[in-house]
């Protein structure tokens, strides 16, 4: 059996269970299931994910839905301004009894971290979870602990020009793999919504669990095993390249989200029951993985530029790579 024919026996039951996945949120997020997939690929990915939105539209019901789909273990942290850097990560407390201090682990312990309305906690609170994303750990007390797997962080956000709100600096928006927009369901959606209140399972704890972490760990590993040829893995080098050198943006793509873009395109592949990416793969997920990453030129951001429009010139500059691009 040849390369492609292996990896598609595991691609296909992938393929499956993720349309399930998607499914079972879709019961309490209605009428979102493109979101939806892109955040079950984000985890299947090792990613993180913000979604950015006004409140009410489902943000946090989508997160809770996810971890209770797989059984994951899921805290929620409500970030406000007067949130401690050890309120997220934990605190050592003295025992009188056995005249030693003790680790108290904080909310960041768990498969699945919901940080709510992120960006109205300081900046020096919002910094506590640079070393969890990137490294998967914590260090306190100059003692390093390694954080469960899978780790999935997803933050929920307000529109920055929210009052009470702070920017999340560079550093951080480039940690997570995605930035998705909920926005306000359909007719036809809200109108089910309105109908099955008090039927059906409202709340994301009463969804059944569609998968094990066991069967989170080997879809990861399905994810990573779908094949990139090396003509769109120049494809993706170029696309950063072009926004890197495009007249209206100020920030490109760094080095870490070509490698996002490749590992999205390649769960994106998986979900459709594919053991190789396409260029289509890889354009699915531009701008969900590069759109939070760019900063535009001052004077666009002045004149209310949106990122996507310079996203789209960006895609239409690059060429897109014809020929048989599949493992063989």
């Known amino acids: 059996m040849d ?9 296909e039951p992938f393929s499956e269970l993720f349309r399930s996945i998607v499914a079972n949120v879709a019961t309490v997020v209605r009428g979102k299931d493109p979101a939806i997939g892109l955040a079950v690929i984000c985890l299947l990915c090792e990613g993180h994910l913000l979604i950015e939105d006004v409140p009410g539209v489902g943000k946090t019901t989508l997160a809770k839905a996810l971890a209770r789909s797989f059984d994951l273990e899921c805290h929620r942290i409500q970030f406000t301004p007067d949130l401690l850097p050890s309120d997220v990560t934990g ?4 025992s009188r009894d056995t005249m030693t201090f003790t680790f108290r682990p904080g909310p960041i312990f768990a498969n699945l971290v919901i940080a709510d309305e992120i960006n109205r906690a300081s900046p020096k609170t919002q910094s506590a979870l640079l070393e969890a994303m990137q490294e998967r750990q914590v260090s306190t007390d ?15 956000q307000n529109p920055i ?3 009470g709100t702070y920017p999340l600096p560079e550093s951080q928006i480039d940690r997570f793999l995605m930035r998705l927009s909920l926005g306000y369901p359909d007719k036809g ?31 990861i590993r399905t994810v990573k095993a779908v094949y990139t040829a090396g003509s769109l893995r120049e494809y993706i080098v170029e696309l950063a390249g072009a926004t890197r050198g495009h007249p209206a943006i100020a920030l490109g793509m760094s080095p870490r989200s070509t490698l996002a873009l490749q590992r ?35 004077s666009l951001v002045a004149s209310g530029t949106e990122v996507r429009e310079i996203l789209h010139d960006v895609e239409r500059s690059v060429r897109i790579p014809s020929g048989r691009t599949s493992a063989s």
Do not use: C, N, W
């Not at 390369?3 to 691609?11: P, W």
């Not at 605190?91 to 003295?94: A, P």
């Not at 100059?142 to 929920?156: G, I, N, S, W, Y």
């Open 161 to 163: 020009e929210h009052e």
């Open 91 to 94: 605190v050592s407390l003295y």
């Open 3 to 11: 390369r492609q024919s292996a990896t598609a026996v595991v691609v």
């Open 189 to 219: 959606s809200e109108i089910a919504m309105l109908d099955a209140d008090g039927r059906g399972p409202a709340e994301p704890g009463a969804l059944p669990v569609v998968a094990d972490r066991g069967t989170v760990h080997a879809m």
């Open 264 to 298: 999205a395109a390649q769960g994106v592949a998986a979900s459709a029951g594919r053991s190789y990416v396409t260029p289509d793969d890889i354009k699915t997920v531009f701008s969900p993985v590069v759109a939070h990453r760019i900063v535009l030129q001052p």
């Open 142 to 156: 100059d003692v390093t602990r390694q954080l469960p797997e899978p780790f999935m962080v997803v933050a929920t």
